[in-house]
């Protein structure tokens, strides 16, 4: 490869990293600020936590479009194209990521005022910390390119598991306690669900953090916690 279309490609790369760190950024904001509206009953921050969305699909459309003429003009090989899939496969995660957290942020707006105590948001309030770590520590793992952070994102899931099905075995006790519990539990725990599938979206970075570095997927599985909770309780709302 010229020395020229080197430094070019070299750029393109660049780019694209810096896209998708701002992507992650953004998607770590929208985390933060959805939580943060919840605990604080604040619709206002609510909406902008939804209206935010739009930028990091914007963002995700750029990286698209970056990935899809690099490789068209470069034609890039092994580790190069790696590179390149590993950011395409980043900002889909940080994507699902942004819609998770407006979902959260909906779901502020449509208890419109009308809070649970304190006491009943505080399991989801430690899950969405867990959670931010854990997209804070990835997101480093893939700048720095440290397999060894990856996998430990990677081996973490299994504890956010572990507490979202904490939290919605707490919410069913208040739920059971007081019937006015219900609607603002029911809320919470499709919150709690939208964060414990971030923590996936982390996992799944983690896995492609690996791939970039390695050239080859995870060989062991996946560490899952009891993820049946919440489907039997949907289960039964349906019924």
């Known amino acids: 490869m010229p020395d020229h279309t080197a430094k070019a490609f070299d750029s393109d790369l660049l780019d694209l990293a810096r ?20 605990v604080k009953r604040d619709t206002a921050l609510a909406q902008r936590v939804t209206a935010l969305d739009a930028t990091i699909d914007a963002l995700q459309s750029g990286i698209e479009e970056k990935a899809i003429l690099t490789i068209a ?50 399991g989801v309030e430690h899950m969405a910390h867990l959670v931010l770590s854990q997209l804070k520590s990835v997101l480093d793992a893939y700048a720095r390119r440290d397999i060894n952070k990856a ?54 970075i983690a896995e492609t953090v690996h791939y970039m570095i390695e050239g080859r997927q995870i060989a062991d599985q996946r560490p899952k916690g009891d993820t049946t909770s919440f489907a039997a309780l949907r289960s039964a709302a349906d019924g």
Not at 19 to 36: C, H, N, P, R, T
Not at 92 to 114: H, M, Q, T, Y
């Open 73 to 122: 003009r470069r034609q890039p090989m092994a580790v190069d194209l790696r590179e390149i899939v590993g950011a395409l496969r980043l900002a889909a995660d940080l994507e699902r990521i942004g819609d998770l957290a407006k979902n959260i942020g909906k779901r502020v707006i449509a208890l419109n005022s009308e809070f649970p105590p304190p006491k009943l948001i505080r």
């Open 151 to 204: 996998m430990a994102v990677w081996r973490g899931d299994e504890e956010i598991d572990a507490v979202c099905t904490s939290v919605f075995r707490e919410l069913l006790t208040y739920m059971m306690e007081d019937p006015r519990n219900i609607t603002f539990c029911i809320h919470l725990m499709f919150c709690a669900k939208n964060i414990e599938r971030m923590g996936d979206h982390a996992t799944n």
């Open 19 to 38: 896209m998708v760190a701002e992507m992650g950024g953004l998607a770590e904001k929208q985390i933060a600020d959805s939580v943060d509206a919840l």
